[in-house]
């Protein structure tokens, strides 16, 4: 679950291998993306899903999943040179165990998932968006969490899920990132199951979004399910 974005003229790459999560840098998108220090960022347990989020003031946070009771989401201040985390700024975010919502599990499974983190700023609030109940699931699908703080604490958004099966007629919805056309519209990038028999190879798609007015003055993301399309190489 590779990302891949662009700091100080430079492009990195966050990943996993062997779940341990590792940034590598390039000059360009194409790589080749290298370690100067070839060693994994410090985390006490296991871990996969790196995403970095450099917020508007130049702080650095690397959102991921930490596989400790479950598959849980966390976050870290990064250091300034993103070769690892700060001490002690490790913080719990979300996961399908503590104040869980029904759709996180409903295999009712003892090992829960909540995955594949994404964050955005909108509007001086932050957005973490996440997979749960496992890819394998036909019940994968995506929910999101919001705080005024980058930190948190993360309030799970009530509406959740946003994006599942039912929505777009495909089972295992899920784990993806967001990115802005030319235009300034949102669209979000998946992943479905192969078919309705199959997982994989998976298939990846694309569905557009945007914030929308909601209750109590605070905006929720809609993902339009008529935009909803497979990615081709055509």
Partial sequence: APQVFTYQDKFYMAYTANEHMAIAKSDGPLGPFVQEVKKPISTSDKAIDPFVFIDDNGDKYLYFVRLHNGNRIYVAALKDDLTDIKPNTLTSCVNAVDHGQTWENLAGKSWTVTEGPTVLEHEGLYYLFYSANGFKSIYYALGYATSPNPLGPW????????????????????????????????????????SDYTINPRRAALIKGGFIPDKDNIDKMALDKNSFRFLTTE
């Fill in 155 to 194: 309030k799970k958004y009530s509406g959740n899920p946003i994006l599942d099966k039912d929505m777009v007629r495909q089972n295992g919805p899920g784990h993806g990132d967001f990115f802005k056309d030319e235009t300034g519209h949102y669209y979000y990038v998946f992943h479905t199951h192969h």
